[in-house]
Structure formats: C-alpha cells, structure tokens
C-alpha cells in the first residue's frame, strides 16, 4: 500500500478551461478527461509539480495561484490512497503551444455546461463546476 499527491489546475481562458483525455492504455480511468496535472515528486513544492506538469503533459506555462478543493480516494484494488490538490492557474503561454504528451489521446477548451457531456470523473466535475462558478458573473 502506498500514498501519493497529485496537483491538477483549472485555468480559466476566455470563458473556458482546459481538459485532457486519459489514453486508452492508462489502467486507471482510460478514456476519462480530467484537469491537467500529475503526481508531486517526494521533496517537490506542489505548484512547482504543477508547472512541471503542465509543460509535460500539454507545454503549456501556467502561474499557480491558490488551491481551492483537496479529495482523496483509495485505488478499487485498495492498494493506493491518491489525495488530489485542485488549484487556480493563470495562462502564462500562448494556448496554441498545446503539444499532448504520450499519457493523453486528446483536449478540449469547454464551458461550465460543456462538462455535462464528457466522460469526466464526478469529482472532477465537481471541480470544474465548482471553480467556474466562483469565476462567474451572476447575471441579474
């Protein structure tokens, strides 16, 4: 059994935020989009694990600006317990510089009610969500 610290960022750009399809091959949720983001090495700041994975997995720089939803859950086998740290990230880069790394098969820019049709975990929904409404304007 094992424990880990994954990072994942929403960006907000131009009314949109950036979701990554998990490849096919990936054991754990193939298929499934989800924020980018990734793994905190043992030592490692985590918004500077969360730079390092944005420009890993789609080459993009980001700023990270402040966490706003922490979850945990336990792999189906038991073995791994995974507690994910959600924060705010400011575009730093051109959004045309997107370059997916082999873990991810394809990207979306969507809108708080594009992520009703995706395959998206519900935590992950509930993220996005969450992050887009704080982002928000009400209209009167």
Not at 6 to 30: A, D, W
Not at 83 to 111: C, F, M
């Amino acid at each position: 059994m094992y424990q880990k610290i994954v990072c994942t960022g929403f960006i907000y750009h131009q009314g949109k935020t950036l979701i990554v399809q998990r490849s096919l091959q990936e054991t754990f949720l193939p298929g499934y989009y989800e924020l980018p983001g990734g793994k905190v090495d043992f030592g490692e700041d985590p918004g500077d694990a969360l730079k390092r994975e944005f420009r890993e997995e789609v080459n993009l720089n980001v700023e990270v600006i402040k966490p706003y939803k922490i979850f945990s859950y336990v792999s189906e086998n038991g073995n791994r317990h995974t507690v994910e740290i959600v924060y705010q990230v400011q575009l730093t880069d051109d959004p045309g510089n997107i370059r997916l790394s082999k873990d991810h098969s394809a990207y979306q820019w969507i809108s708080e009610n594009d992520a009703h049709h995706y395959l998206i975990s519900e935590e992950t929904k509930d993220s996005i969500l969450r992050r887009f409404k704080a982002v928000l304007p009400i209209n009167i």
